[in-house]
């Protein structure tokens, strides 16, 4: 995810997943709205597959389909780590290992036990 300041406004840009962008006031002004709307974007896809074994390879393509821009995003990186930006500040920085940034996630299944019928005490009170 990348913010940028741009137009008087702050803006969040998504990356893995890419094509995704929304604005707001402040950062995390932007960030609750891009959170937003990707979870609007998996509501629609989960709203699309008849079971949730369909569901999985749907969101894998969702966070792999701009290939560019996280070819983009990575080339970024390099730069910034090698110092090859042209801002002098920013040079002058200090320097981390690079890490892997590739997203990954994992599919967890739970299943549903049911609880025991509980009676609320205005129940109780009835049944006595």
């Known amino acids: 995810m990348l913010v940028t300041f741009e137009d008087d406004e702050w ?5 893995e997943p890419g094509g995704m962008t929304e604005a707001g006031a402040t950062p995390l002004d ?7 709307v990707y ?4 509501t629609d896809l989960s709203k699309g597959c008849m079971a949730f074994g369909d ?8 966070f ?10 990575m080339a970024a ?12 500040d920013v040079r002058r920085l200090p320097r981390m290992q ?16 049911e609880s025991p019928e509980v009676a609320l005490p205005e129940e109780t009170s009835q049944a006595a």
């Open 55 to 62: 569901f999985v390879p749907e969101v894998r393509k969702l």
């Open 11 to 15: 803006w969040c840009h998504g990356v």
């Open 98 to 113: 690079a890490r892997d940034s590739r997203v990954s996630f994992d599919v967890v299944t739970f299943e549903l036990v």
């Open 64 to 73: 792999h389909q701009d290939t560019a821009e996280a070819a983009r995003w």
């Open 30 to 36: 932007a960030f609750a709205n891009f959170k937003q």
């Open 77 to 88: 990186c390099e730069s910034f780590r090698s110092a090859e930006v042209a801002d002098d």
């Open 39 to 42: 979870c609007d974007v998996l």
